[in-house]
């Protein structure tokens, strides 16, 4: 298995500084959808939205040794 994921909705974070989206709830995303769908071998791939480059994300990303196209 692996590629698709269903489509999450990501709520915004009241609890953050400016009340959006948050690095916090992006990687419990990451957490819940990510087991689901992925394969060794494959490439995450995002865009540069802050939330998605922040050092916290970087760091999920290594430690759970998945690849991202930068």
Known sequence: ????????I???DKASKKQGYSTRLYIKVLEDQ???IWSPGLVF????????????VK????????SVIK
């Open 10 to 12: 990501i709520n915004k």
């Open 59 to 66: 760091e999920w990303f290594e430690n759970s040794g998945i």
């Open 1 to 8: 298995m692996g590629g698709r994921s269903d489509l999450f």
């Open 45 to 56: 791939i995002q865009d540069n939205a802050p939330i998605y480059t922040a050092e916290m």
């Open 34 to 36: 990510l087991p689901i």
